[in-house]
């Protein structure tokens, strides 16, 4: 699935020049980056965006092992939400480093446990000022 909201591209810049990808130790995280891996292999950069890891940087070296077993450059970046929402320091994040696009699985729980935990995916379909790539 492939979103495109109201986006200008600066300049020469092509969806795919920096792709910044939310990642965290999960295999539907992993499945999303095995299906976007065509777009994956043709973008220039890739970030691995790891947010809110609370074990150091296990899931910025988990991020980095598994796009390197799948014969891909990436750079990671681990960050904190607080006091932001996780799609808030995403967005904001991707940004900063001048993304084209992110990557990302969708999620979807009962209303009681988005409540509690959250709704990353509905605020980043909200807040996202790029192109999404999103896999449920």
Known sequence: ???LPAYRQQGDMPLLTHVAVGWKPDGKVERT???ALPWLRAARQITAICVDDDKGR???NAAAE???ALHVD???ASLRSHPESVASA???HAASIGATCIVAGAYRYGEFLEMIVGRVTRDLLTHAQVPL????
Do not use: D, N, P
Not at 133 to 136: D, I
């Open 58 to 60: 296990s899931s910025e």
């Open 1 to 3: 699935l492939c979103l």
């Open 133 to 136: 790539l999103l896999m449920h």
């Open 90 to 92: 995403l967005v904001g």
């Open 66 to 68: 598994q796009f390197a």
């Open 33 to 35: 980056i095995k299906a």
């Open 74 to 76: 990436v750079t990671t």
